[in-house]
C-alpha cells in the first residue's frame, strides 16, 4: 500500500467503523440516561430518532457536498464536527441539550458517512477498490456488533456520559489526518471546475472539442454541460436543458461538479426530506403522550403535505435529489423496501427488548449485552455467507428465508414474559441477527447492482438513507405503543409494541418476493441497451 493511500484508507475504515459504533452503544445506556436526567421516554426516544433523521435527510445531500467540494474537506468536517457535538453531549447538563446535539451529531455523520467510500474512489483504481471496501465493511460489522457490549461495560462502569466520550479521540484524530492529508492533483473529485486534471485523466468526461467528435452524444447539448444534465433526463425524454434528447448518462457524481451552483445540489429537496421526516417522527411521538393525539394527528398531516411537495419538486426539478430513473426500477425499491421494514423491525424490537431486560427483569447494561449478544455474533458470521447463498438460491428466495427468519425472532421476543430466561432471549436475538444480517446483505447487492449505472453512487446514498429512516420509525413507533399499554408495555408478552412490529417484520415477505428470482451476474450498463438504438454511448470511466 502506498503512503498516499494508506491514511485515506486508515480514515474512511476508522470513520464509518465509529458511525456504526455509535449507533450500538447508545442502545443501552438510554434507561440510564433518562434516569439521570429525569426525562421522559418520548425524550430518550428523540436522542436516537434526532440524530437518524438528521443523517438519513443529509446522506445524499451531503455525497454530492462531496463531489462538488471535495471528499476529505468533507470528511474532515464532519469528523471534527461529530468529535465536538461528542464532547457537548457528554458535558449536557439537560436532555434538551442532548437531543439537540444528537441532532447536530447526525449532521455531521452525514457529511461522514457518503465522504468515507467518495475518498476511497478517488484514492484507489476501480480494479483495486475490493480489498478497501472489504476492509471496511468488516469494520462496520465488528463496529456494530461489539457496540451494546462496549456500551453495557462502560454505562456499568463509569456512567452513560462514557458512551459519548468513547467516540471523541478516534474523529478527532481521523478530522485532523484527513486535514493534513494531501489529494493527488490527478485524482477524481468529480469537481469539473474545481479540478480540471480529472477530464485529462478520463477523456469520456472531457469538455473540449476533441471530447465531443468522439462522442456525438455530448453534442447534443450547445451549453456543454458536464454529465449532470445527462443523467437528469431518462432516455427518449427531452432534456431540461432544452437540448433535444439527452439519451447517454454518466456516474450522478458528477452532476454538482458542474456548473449550475448550488441549485445543482437541489438544497430545497433535501430541506423538504427532512422536515418530511421530522414531522413524522414528531407526530408519533407527540401521539403517545397523554393529551397529544391532536399534536401528533397534526404533525403527520403535515408530513403527508411536505412529502407531497417534495414529490412535486422532485419533478420538476432539474437535478432531482432522487432521481425518478431510479426509482422507477422494481428491484431498486423492492430492495429498499424490504430494508426500510427489516431496519424498522429490528431496531423497534432491540428498543422495546432493552427496557424488558433492565427495568422489568432488573438486568444492568452489561447484563443486558449480554442476552443479546447472539444477535451480533450472527450478524458477524453469516454475513460472509450470504453472497453463497444469493449466488445459489437467488436474491428472491434468499431475502423471503431471511425475512421469515426475522419476522419468527420479533414473534419470539412478543411472547415474552417476566419469567423469560436467557435462552429464550437468546434465540430470538439469534434469529434476529441471522433474519437481519441475510436481508441486510442481500437487499443491498440488489440495490447497487440492479440501479442503472449513471445512478449508482445515488443508490448507495438512498440505502444508508433508509438504514437511517427505518429505526426512526421503529423506534417511534414502538415508543407509541409503549404508551398506548402503560401498565404492562414493557413485558412483550402483554404489550403492543412487539406484536404490532411483527407485522412490520412481516412486510419483508412480499418486498422479498418483488426482488430478482436470478442473481445478476452481468454489468449493470446505462440505458439504453445498445448503440443501435441512437448511436455510440458515451464510455464511462
Known amino acids: 500500500m502506498s503512503a498516499r493511500r494508506a491514511p485515506v484508507l486508515a480514515c474512511s475504515v476508522v470513520g464509518a467503523a465509529v458511525v456504526a459504533l455509535d449507533g450500538t452503544v447508545l442502545t443501552v445506556a438510554q434507561p440510564a440516561l433518562q434516569r439521570d436526567l429525569h426525562a421522559d421516554i418520548g425524550q430518550v426516544q428523540w436522542t436516537s430518532t434526532g440524530y437518524l433523521v438528521a443523517v438519513a435527510s443529509l446522506l445524499v445531500f451531503a455525497g454530492r457536498l462531496g463531489d462538488r467540494y471535495g471528499h476529505r474537506r468533507v470528511f474532515a468536517l464532519g469528523a471534527l464536527g461529530f468529535a465536538a457535538a461528542s464532547t457537548g453531549i457528554a458535558l449536557a447538563p439537560g436532555i434538551g441539550t442532548v437531543i439537540a446535539l444528537r441532532v447536530l451529531q447526525g449532521v455531521c455523520g452525514a457529511l461522514l458517512q457518503p465522504a468515507t467510500l467518495g475518498m476511497l474512489r478517488t484514492a484507489y483504481p476501480p480494479d483495486r477498490l475490493g480489498a478497501p471496501i472489504a476492509v471496511r465493511t468488516a469494520a462496520i460489522g465488528l463496529a456494530a456488533a461489539a457496540g451494546p457490549l462496549i456500551g453495557g461495560a462502560l ?150 403535505a411536505t ?57 444492568d447494561p452489561l447484563g443486558c449485552a449480554l442476552r443479546v449478544l447472539p444477535l451480533a455474533v450472527l450478524m458477524v458470521l453469516g454475513a460472509p455467507l450470504c453472497p453463497p447463498l444469493q449466488r445459489r438460491f437467488g436474491p428472491r428466495r434468499t431475502a423471503t428465508a431471511g425475512a421469515a427468519l426475522l419476522t419468527l425472532g420479533v414473534l419470539l421476543l412478543a411472547r415474552l414474559d417476566t419469567t423469560a430466561g436467557a435462552a429464550a432471549v437468546g434465540v430470538s436475538a439469534a434469529l434476529l441477527g441471522a433474519g437481519f444480517v441475510t436481508l441486510m446483505v442481500t437487499a443491498t447487492s440488489v440495490v447497487v447492482h440492479r440501479a442503472p449505472e449513471a445512478h449508482a453512487g445515488v443508490a448507495g446514498g438512498l440505502q444508508q438513507t433508509v438504514m437511517n429512516i427505518g429505526p426512526a420509525l421503529g423506534v417511534a413507533t414502538a415508543t407509541l405503543l409503549l404508551a398506548l399499554v402503560p401498565d404492562g408495555g414493557f413485558v412483550p408478552s402483554r404489550g403492543a409494541a ?44
Open 155 to 304: 454505562v456499568s462502569a463509569y456512567g452513560w456520559r462514557s458512551v459519548f466520550l468513547l467516540g471523541v479521540p478516534p474523529t478527532l484524530a481521523i478530522g485532523l489526518l484527513a486535514l493534513a492529508t494531501r489529494e493527488r492533483p490527478t485524482e477524481p473529485n468529480r469537481s469539473h471546475a474545481a479540478n480540471p486534471s480529472h477530464d485529462e485523466q478520463n477523456p469520456s468526461h472531457q469538455r473540449n472539442p476533441s471530447h465531443d467528435e468522439q462522442n456525438p452524444s455530448h453534442q447534443r447539448n450547445p451549453s456543454h454541460e458536464p454529465s449532470r444534465s445527462y443523467a437528469a433526463n431518462p432516455p427518449h425524454e427531452p432534456s431540461r436543458s432544452g437540448a433535444p434528447g439527452a439519451r447517454y448518462r454518466t456516474a450522478p457524481a458528477a452532476r454538482p461538479g458542474s456548473a449550475g451552483g448550488l441549485s445543482a445540489l437541489d438544497p430545497v429537496g433535501a430541506l423538504l426530506l427532512a422536515v418530511t421526516l421530522g414531522l413524522l417522527v414528531h407526530g408519533l411521538v407527540e401521539a403517545a403522550r397523554p393529551g397529544g393525539a391532536s399534536t401528533g394527528l397534526l404533525a403527520v398531516a403535515g408530513a403527508v
Open 307 to 363: 412529502g407531497a411537495f417534495l414529490a412535486r419538486h422532485q419533478r420538476r426539478a432539474a437535478h432531482p435529489l432522487l432521481p425518478p430513473e431510479l426509482l422507477r426500477s422494481l428491484p431498486v425499491v423492492a430492495g429498499l423496501a424490504v430494508l426500510l421494514a427489516a431496519s424498522a423491525a429490528l431496531f423497534g424490537s432491540l428498543f422495546v427488548a432493552t427496557y424488558f431486560l433492565q427495568d422489568v427483569q432488573g438486568l
Open 498 to 541: 412487539l406484536p404490532a412490529l411483527v407485522l412490520i417484520a412481516a412486510l419483508a415477505v412480499p418486498a422479498a418476493l418483488a426482488l430478482p428470482r436470478a442473481a445478476d451476474r452481468r454489468r449493470t450498463r446505462p440505458e439504453p441497451p445498445s448503440p443501435r438504438a441512437g448511436g455510440p454511448a458515451c464510455v464511462r470511466s
